[in-house]
C-alpha cells in the first residue's frame, strides 16, 4: 500500500522561477519524486532574486526556497551531448515532464515532446507558458506581472481614481501553476486507463483570464463596464456593505448579509435610507462612508462580538505579519518548520490540503544546487566514473 | 478509449456559490459527468446574486452561468428521506462527492463520509471550508473576502497610504476551488493503484496561505514586513522599475530588466544615478515618478516597439473590455460562445488547459434548476412513476 497518493509517480522537472517549481512542489507534496533540473553553478534564475535586497544564511533566496521543497536537484548543462544523454535517461522513465522555456527551446536540445515520447510513449509532457505555444506574442516576455496587466486582472482591484492595480502577489504565476497540476493529473488519470500519453499546454494568459471567468461573462454578455468604487467596496460589481472597514484598532471586513442584520449591528437607524439593493448599489461609496464612520467607534473585536452574535458574515484583516498567531491559523498547523542545510531551521507554508489515506508530507528542504546530482545519475544508471567524468568535464555540477 | 481525460469519472456534486462550483467545473470541462445537486425551486444560491443588480435574460446571474457547465442538475430536498434515497443511489456510484455546507451539516442530513463510505468504500469524498473542518474558527462565516482579509492578503496590494486593498475578483474563492481539483485528482490516482478512496479537506484559508508562501517565508524568516510603495511599484518587496506606467494613450507594464537596457530606452542618461540595485530598492518611489514623466511622453505601441526590440519584459495593460479583441488572445481562442437555454447565446471563457490526445470540451451550458432531474433519477433506477410521485410531493423540481 502506498502512504502518498503521487508516491510512486517520478517528474522530470526543467523549470525554473516560480510558476513551475510551484507546480511540481504540490505534485512532491503528494509524494511524487521530483527530479529538479538546474543550470550547473548558478541552477535555477529564481535563486538570484529576492525581496529587500536581502538573503538568507549564506545567500539563500526568500524567492526561491518556499517552492523547491521535496525535489532533488541534478546541475546539469542540456548543451552538452554526454550530459543529455544522462538527461535522456531520466526522461526515459518520467511519468511527467514539465517544462517553462520559451517555446522552442527544449525541441532545440533534443528534449521537446517528440523526443520523449519516441523513447517514453507514456510520457505527460507539460509545456508552461507565458503567453501560449504559439500565435503573435510567442517570442514576447511572458511574465507575471505582464500577463495580470494583458488580461485586465490589474483594473478588478483598488479605487476610482487609483491607476491599474497589480496584485501583490504572483497571481499568474500561481494560477499558473495550479493548472499545470490540475491538467497533468487529469492527464495521468487518462493514462492510468489507456496507457496513453499526451502533450499538455498550459499558460499564465488563459490561467488569468479563467480566474475573471463571471468578470468577463459580465463584461462581454451585459455589455457593462467595471467601474472601481471611489472607496473600500471590494468588488467593482458590488453594492454596500461588502468591503473592509477600519475601526478603533484595525480593519474589519464585511461580506454580503441582510442589511437589517448591519443596520442593527450598527446601531443607526438612519442607515434605513438605504433598504433598497439598487441603491445599495448606486450610492456604495456615500454608504461606506457612513459605514465607516460608525466602525471606527470601536475596536475589531468589539464589532466581531455584536456582529457576529447576528451571524453577520464578517472576520478581522491582518496584516501578513500577524498571520500566524490567528488561532485558526495555528488550530490548523498551516504553518511548520523545515531545516535547510543553509538557511537553518525556516518557517513555512504547510500542505493546504489534507488527504486522509494518504497525506502529504514534507521529506526534505528546497535543494543546493547539484545536491542530488550523484545520487540521480546513479539511480539512472551511470557508474560512479561516468558521474566523476561529468563533473570533471564541468558539464554538471555535483555537491 | 477515450475521447476526454476524466470522461468516465462521476462526480455527485453538493456544492454552490463559487469555490466549489467552478472545482467541479474543472472536472466537467475535461469529461467528468458532474451531477450538481440543488435545492428544489431556487437552487444554487449563487443563482440569486449578481452584478450591478442587473440579470440576463430572464433573471438568469452573471455570477452563476460563468461557473456550472458541463453539470447535470438535480433539484432534490435532502432533507426529505426518499429524496435522499434517491440520493443515496448516486453516491452508491460516485466517484469523487464535493460539497462545501458548513462543517456538519451533511453528516446531520445521513450524507457524511461515514455514511457514503459504508455504502460506497472507494468514494473520495471532499469537503471544502471556509476556514477549515474544526477549530475555532469552525462555526464562523467563511467567505472570500472574509479570507482574504484574514489570510493577509488584502495589504499585499496597493500603496502605502490605502487602507487594505481586497483583491477584485474572487481570490480566496477560486484558490480552493483549484485546490479541490489538486487535492481530487491526486486521490483518484492513487485510487486506481490501490482501489482506496479517502477523505479529503480543502479550505479558503490555507488556500490563500499558500499562494502567499514567498511573502510569508519572507516574513517569519528575514524577520522583516512588507510596506507597500508609494508609487506604483507592483510588489512591496520589489524595486523599480517593476510596476505599471502611464503612457500617452494608456498603460505599459515593465517586469524585472537589466536596468541599463531601460535607461537606453528610455533615453535619458540621467537614470544612471540609479545603476545600483540597492538604490533601485530603496529609491524606488522617486524612480518610479521619473520614468513615468518619461513614459507619458509616447504611446504604448511606441514604448513597445522601442522596448521590445531590446527584449526589455514589457507588455500592454488592457481593461477588461479590450481583452477579448488582444491579437493573442484571439489567437489562442480563449474565449468561445455557448447557447444558454435562456440567456441566449452567450461568450464565456474557454477551457484554459490544451490536453493533445484528450481535449477538454463544452458539451452543455449552465444548467436551469432541475433541467436533468427526471434523466438522473431515472438513470439511477427510479421508475418514471417514482419520478412523479417525488415531484408530485413537491421535494424535487424536474422542467
Redesign the interface.
Known sequence: ??TQ??Q??RVLDFTQL?QGP?ATQ?LGD?GADVIKIEKPGTGDLYRS?T????W?GDGES??F???NRNKRSLAIDLKDPAAREAVLRIAAKADIVVENFRPGVLDKLGLGYEALRAINPGVIYCSATG??A????VK??G?????????????????RD??????????SD??GA??I???V??????R???G????????L???V??????????????G???E?PAS?I??????AP???Y?TADG?L?I??NPWEKIVAALGDESLHLYDD??VR?DRRDEIYFEIERITATRTTNEWLATM?AL??????????????D????R??E??TEVDHPK?GR?????I???????PGAIRRPAPLVGEHTREVLMEYGLTPEQVDALVASGKVTAL
Not at 504559439?134 to 506574442?137: A, E, R
Not at 471590494?234 to 453594492?239: E, F, L, M, S
Not at 458574515?313 to 501578513?320: D, G, H, I, K
Open positions: 500500500m502506498n497518493a503521487l510512486d509517480v516560480l510551484y504540490m503528494l532574486m525581496f529587500f535586497n536581502e538568507l526568500p524567492c526556497v518556499p517552492w503567453w501560449g504559439d500565435g503573435p506574442y514576447r516576455p511574465q507575471d506581472l505582464l500577463v495580470q496587466g494583458l488580461a485586465g486582472a490589474t483594473f478588478a482591484s483598488g479605487r487609483d491607476g491599474p492595480v497589480a496584485i501583490g502577489t504572483a497571481l500561481q494560477l495550479l493548472h497540476v490540475y491538467a493529473l487529469a492527464a495521468l488519470y487518462h492510468t486507463r489507456t496513453e500519453g499526451q502533450r499538455v499546454e498550459v499558460n494568459l488563459q490561467s483570464l479563467a480566474f475573471q471567468a463571471q468578470d468577463f461573462f459580465t463584461v462581454q454578455n451585459l457593462r463596464s467595471f472601481r473600500g471590494a468588488h467593482p460589481g458590488n453594492g461588502f468591503g473592509i477600519r480593519h471586513s461580506a454580503m439593493p439598487q448599489y457576529l451571524d453577520i458574515w464578517c472576520a478581522p484583516v491582518l496584516r501578513q505579519e500577524q498571520v500566524a490567528d488561532p485558526q491559523v488550530h490548523l498551516a504553518f538557511a525556516v518557517k513555512v507554508v504547510n493546504p490540503v489534507k488527504l486522509s489515506a494518504t
